[in-house]
């Protein structure tokens, strides 16, 4: 470990990491969100974005979209596709 201070986007990069580490143990593949834990961390870590979606079965539909290699999972890089799409719309508002 060097002494290196982590920088705010570091910090950032990090949490993302944990995030999405914390919910994709909870069950089934470590590697990856089913969709009970992709409920989970949307209910737990994006409530804003649920609320603007404000559908029923919103994370189910999310889910859907997200999954581009249809296995029912939520890989990191899907996970990322998600980030970027809602840190893109933060920025616009
Ligand atoms: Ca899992
Ligand atoms: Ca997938």
New binding site residues.
């Given amino acids: 470990m060097s002494a290196h201070k982590l920088t705010e986007l570091e910090t950032a990069i990090c949490i993302i990491i944990d995030v999405f580490d914390k919910h994709s143990r909870t069950d089934g593949n470590n590697m990856?969100l089913s969709k009970g834990e992709m409920k989970t961390l949307l209910e737990k870590e994006l409530p804003w974005l649920l609320s603007c979606a404000k559908k029923k079965n919103a994370s189910d539909k999310l889910m859907k979209d997200?999954?581009?290699?249809?296995?029912?999972?939520?890989?990191f890089i899907?996970f990322l596709t998600l980030l970027s799409a809602v840190t893109c719309f933060g920025h616009e508002i």
């Fill in positions: 990856t997200l999954d581009e290699n249809g296995d029912n999972e939520v890989d899907e």
